[in-house]
């Protein structure tokens, strides 16, 4: 037979050959694509029994199928669904971290101040009687506004504390002057002398630094517990565009459309199918770090000097310091006033001549500064200081992380050690395209997802906006300022809610240091000896011209 009728002849045969395999692969059956199928909750009227063209097929490739349109489109709504769900279920964590410990603190420091205010008023009416009781809206009025302040309020510390010590010279004032008549503006005139002649020694100097940069402290930090769990909170919640959800499909489920229903995708297509859904969230990562790290600075202030435990346990102590400094220095603070505000006119004879009270309990509470309460939260501050610093340090880089947080889970991908035996988006075989970078910008080469790097996500740009808001006040905070009061002025008093500086010394501006602060605040250890000098001052003669003079009042 001539050679050439056999070059004919071969290529025929080899044709004829190659058909009932062709035959074969079109009449592949859909039943492991079925059982799948329906185990997901969809109908089996929209699955064939055996494999079609897949001219039809828009995502997945078109090849023979065991995809019908109506099962493409279902299955993309699924691929979203989980996609949303995967999301949540990864970022939980993050969220819970915040929810669970602004619930805590919050509970904290309202005890506190219920249990520093309720320790004050028991304190008092052991200690001074009807005195204290007849001017106890002075010491009402002081915790109502530092709870106005913890809860938001617009409260200037500094103007409030100086406040109360005005209020309280005027009532004292009275007190131990029951021989002549005040008038208002008399009174107001003698407020005006608080500053001048410090009747309450150096607390209130003190109490003001401490109070201030505590309470600055504490709010601003349950305020970025408040931010940070609301931002976890909407940020977890994506909404896919288009192009991530046809990316989703195709890496999902694909594979059941080919009848390969136990191949899952290949771990590096995993990464660059997420890194293009999630470009906007690892945006987030940058403001969201210097956030917790801000965060943890103002962690350790409240360890250490900024510690409104150490403040407010003893404030009823420090309090009645003050008031035995009056009474010690009283005759001196009514000379001087008489000589600014002028001679006030005597009192009228009945209520000079009125007798001093029977009983008065001169002993007080001594303080211990190593009672640490144990309050709703279930600890002291310490212990839950400690405790947020070391959930929120895990919770760096959680947003560009969630690619790799997604795709390591093993129903999920392959696995990175099986780069063979995986889907790549087309067959099961190595996936060959490289691993993009993290954020908007790095997906413009994308092989997955169409990403349009020109039009950055506003809803997230919001929550960096919060964030950068937030993490200013902290900074504010962490040097003893509060933001919202900050005075702009090159005085360094200023008008602002405290300096949060002890003896004038404070950094100028903030930084990420890691030096620990002072565990102990220095005006602590005054707490004993003051405390201990309180039953003999309240013996003094002082103290029996402000009994009568009360009395008198009081008649």
């Given at each position: 037979m001539p050679s050439w009728i056999w070059a004919v002849i071969l290529p025929l045969s080899g044709l004829l050959l190659s058909l009932p395999a062709r035959a074969e692969v079109k009449a592949r059956s859909c039943g492991e694509v079925r059982q799948a199928y329906g185990a997901k909750g969809f109908s089996l009227a929209d699955i064939p029994y055996q494999e079609i063209a897949g001219e039809h097929l828009r995502i997945c490739p078109q090849?023979?199928?065991?995809?019908?349109?109506?099962?493409?489109?279902?299955?993309?709504?699924?691929?979203?669904?989980?996609?949303?769900?995967?999301?949540?279920?990864?970022?939980?964590?993050?969220?819970?971290?915040?929810?669970?410990?602004?619930?805590?603190?919050?509970?904290?420091?309202?005890?506190?101040?219920?249990?520093?205010?309720?320790?004050?008023?028991?304190?008092?009416?052991?200690?001074?009687?009807?005195?204290?009781?007849?001017?106890?809206?002075?010491?009402?009025?002081?915790?109502?506004?530092?709870?106005?302040?913890?809860?938001?309020?617009?409260?200037?510390?500094?103007?409030?504390?100086?406040?109360?010590?005005?209020?309280?010279?005027?009532?004292?004032?009275?007190?131990?002057?029951?021989?002549?008549?005040?008038?208002?503006?008399?009174?107001?005139?003698?407020?005006?002398?608080?500053?001048?002649?410090?009747?309450?020694?150096?607390?209130?100097?003190?109490?003001?630094?401490?109070?201030?940069?505590?309470?600055?402290?504490?709010?601003?930090?349950?305020?970025?517990?408040?931010?940070?769990?609301?931002?976890?909170?909407?940020?977890?919640?994506?909404?896919?565009?288009?192009?991530?959800?046809?990316?989703?499909?195709?890496?999902?489920?694909?594979?059941?459309?080919?009848?390969?229903?136990?191949?899952?995708?290949?771990?590096?297509?995993?990464l660059n199918v997420m890194k293009g859904c999630l470009a906007n969230q690892a945006d987030l990562d940058t403001e969201w770090n210097l956030f917790i790290d801000a965060m943890l600075l103002v962690a350790e202030r409240l360890e250490g000097p900024f510690n409104i435990e150490s403040v407010m346990d003893p404030i009823d102590v420090k309090i009645s310091e003050a008031i035995m400094n009056m009474q010690e220095n009283s005759m001196q603070v009514s000379a001087k006033v008489f000589q600014g505000c002028g001679q006030p006119k005597p009192a009228p004879a009945l209520r000079s001549a009125r007798s001093a009270p029977e009983n008065f309990n001169t002993r007080f509470r001594p303080y211990n500064p190593e009672e640490r309460p144990t309050t709703a939260a279930g600890t002291s501050l310490d212990r839950l200081v400690t405790d947020i610093k070391e959930k929120l340090k895990l919770s760096k880089k959680v947003w560009?992380?969630?690619?790799?947080?997604?795709?390591?889970?093993?129903?999920?991908?392959?696995?990175?050690?099986?780069?063979?035996?995986?889907?790549?988006?087309?067959?099961?075989?190595?996936?060959?395209?490289?691993?993009?970078?993290?954020?908007?910008?790095?997906?413009?080469?994308?092989?997955?997802?169409?990403?349009?790097?020109?039009?950055?996500?506003?809803?997230?740009?919001?929550?960096?906006?919060?964030?950068?808001?937030?993490?200013?006040?902290?900074?504010?905070?962490?040097?003893?300022?509060?933001?919202?009061?900050?005075?702009?002025?090159?005085?360094?008093?200023?008008?602002?809610?405290?300096?949060?500086?002890?003896?004038?010394?404070?950094?100028?501006?903030?930084?990420?240091?890691?030096?620990e602060a002072p565990a102990v605040d220095p005006d602590r250890r005054e707490v004993d000896s003051s405390a201990a000098q309180l039953g003999h001052s309240l013996l003094s003669g002082s103290l029996v011209c402000m009994v009568l003079a009360l009395q008198r009042l009081c008649r």
């Amino acid at each position: 037979m001539p050679s050439w009728i056999w070059a004919v002849i071969l290529p025929l045969s080899g044709l004829l050959l190659s058909l009932p395999a062709r035959a074969e692969v079109k009449a592949r059956s859909c039943g492991e694509v079925r059982q799948a199928y329906g185990a997901k909750g969809f109908s089996l009227a929209d699955i064939p029994y055996q494999e079609i063209a897949g001219e039809h097929l828009r995502i997945c490739p078109q090849e023979y199928t065991c995809c019908t349109t109506e099962m493409e489109d279902k299955l993309s709504q699924q691929s979203k669904l989980e996609f949303e769900n995967l999301v949540e279920e990864t970022s939980h964590f993050v969220r819970t971290t915040f929810v669970s410990r602004h619930k805590k603190f919050d509970e904290f420091f309202r005890e506190l101040l219920e249990n520093a205010e309720k320790s004050l008023n028991d304190m008092f009416v052991r200690t001074y009687g009807m005195l204290y009781m007849q001017n106890s809206e002075v010491f009402q009025d002081l915790f109502t506004e530092l709870k106005r302040y913890y809860t938001g309020g617009n409260v200037n510390l500094e103007e409030m504390l100086n406040d109360f010590w005005a209020r309280l010279l005027e009532r004292m004032f009275q007190l131990i002057n029951p021989q002549y008549h005040f008038s208002e503006d008399y009174l107001e005139c003698v407020s005006k002398y608080t500053d001048q002649l410090k009747p309450f020694g150096d607390v209130p100097r003190k109490l003001k630094i401490q109070v201030t940069r505590a309470f600055i402290a504490a709010r601003t930090f349950v305020q970025g517990l408040t931010v940070g769990r609301e931002v976890a909170n909407r940020v977890s919640k994506v909404s896919p565009t288009p192009g991530c959800i046809r990316a989703l499909m195709k890496m999902l489920y694909c594979p059941y459309c080919r009848g390969l229903v136990t191949v899952r995708p290949c771990n590096n297509y995993c990464l660059n199918v997420m890194k293009g859904c999630l470009a906007n969230q690892a945006d987030l990562d940058t403001e969201w770090n210097l956030f917790i790290d801000a965060m943890l600075l103002v962690a350790e202030r409240l360890e250490g000097p900024f510690n409104i435990e150490s403040v407010m346990d003893p404030i009823d102590v420090k309090i009645s310091e003050a008031i035995m400094n009056m009474q010690e220095n009283s005759m001196q603070v009514s000379a001087k006033v008489f000589q600014g505000c002028g001679q006030p006119k005597p009192a009228p004879a009945l209520r000079s001549a009125r007798s001093a009270p029977e009983n008065f309990n001169t002993r007080f509470r001594p303080y211990n500064p190593e009672e640490r309460p144990t309050t709703a939260a279930g600890t002291s501050l310490d212990r839950l200081v400690t405790d947020i610093k070391e959930k929120l340090k895990l919770s760096k880089k959680v947003w560009s992380a969630l690619p790799y947080t997604i795709c390591k889970d093993e129903s999920m991908t392959a696995g990175a050690s099986n780069e063979e035996e995986c889907w790549n988006g087309h067959s099961k075989a190595r996936y060959l395209p490289e691993i993009m970078n993290d954020g908007l910008t790095n997906q413009i080469n994308n092989p997955e997802v169409d990403v349009d790097i020109t039009r950055p996500d506003t809803f997230i740009r919001q929550q960096i906006m919060a964030l950068r808001v937030m993490t200013n006040k902290l900074k504010n905070a962490y040097n003893g300022n509060d933001v919202n009061f900050q005075d702009t002025s090159d005085e360094s008093s200023g008008s602002g809610s405290g300096s949060g500086c002890m003896d004038d010394v404070c950094p100028t501006e903030f930084e990420f240091v890691t030096t620990e602060a002072p565990a102990v605040d220095p005006d602590r250890r005054e707490v004993d000896s003051s405390a201990a000098q309180l039953g003999h001052s309240l013996l003094s003669g002082s103290l029996v011209c402000m009994v009568l003079a009360l009395q008198r009042l009081c008649r």
